[in-house]
């Protein structure tokens, strides 16, 4: 797992260690949330199984790590306003199955956005799009404003440099 590597060439574990830390940084303390984390792309990117991940935690990491993964599974295309509501609907009802899931799944986003300068232009604008259409307002929603703010600035930097930098001269 530690030798596995992320698209923009950096190692996995970099990322699962951020996404812990981001958890912890708006005080989440629970313990099999902060493995989840850790381990939450294990399944993926290695030949360890569901089964062993629960062998040697619980069931309740398990748990969580599956749902990470159904819910990375989702894929949005944004076509229109009225079907990105609908999307957005579906996933929260996805997501409100266990809050656990949707907390680490938005830090797992907050990386996925600030690492994406890493990443050829037309992906970094589709992270970004999907970051500001769903996943700030889910956070906006959920009350991780942290998330919501850090969400926001990331995508407009990708999305409207320009804009970006004018708010930051103001």
């Known amino acids: 797992y530690s030798e596995e590597k992320r698209r923009n060439g950096e190692p996995?574990?970099?990322h699962a260690q951020r996404v812990k830390k981001y958890l912890e940084d708006i005080g989440i303390t629970d313990e099999n949330m902060l493995i989840a984390a850790l381990l939450h792309g294990v399944p993926q990117v290695s030949n360890i199984t569901y089964e062993?991940?629960?062998k040697e935690f619980n069931s309740e990491?398990?748990?969580l790590i599956e749902s990470l993964e159904q819910i990375t599974k989702i894929v949005i295309p944004f076509s229109d306003k009225s079907e990105n509501i609908d999307l957005?609907?579906?996933l929260i009802i996805h997501l409100s199955k266990d809050i656990r899931v949707l907390i680490i799944?938005?830090?797992d986003r907050v990386d996925n956005i600030k690492t994406a300068d890493a990443l050829p232009r037309q992906d970094?604008?589709?992270i970004a799009t999907i970051s500001l259409n769903v996943y700030a307002p889910i956070a906006k929603a959920s009350g991780l404003y942290a998330y919501t703010r850090e969400l926001e600035d990331e995508d407009?930097?990708?999305i409207d440099p320009d804009r970006y930098r004018l708010i930051?001269?103001?």
Do not use: G, M, P, S
Request: proline letters at 0%; aromatic letters at 16%; hydrophobic letters at 55%.
């Open 12 to 14: 996995f574990i970099n």
């Open 52 to 54: 062993e991940i629960e």
């Open 61 to 63: 990491v398990r748990f």
């Open 88 to 90: 957005l609907h579906k």
């Open 105 to 107: 799944r938005l830090a």
């Open 124 to 126: 970094q604008e589709w």
């Open 156 to 158: 407009l930097k990708i």
């Open 168 to 170: 930051l001269e103001f």
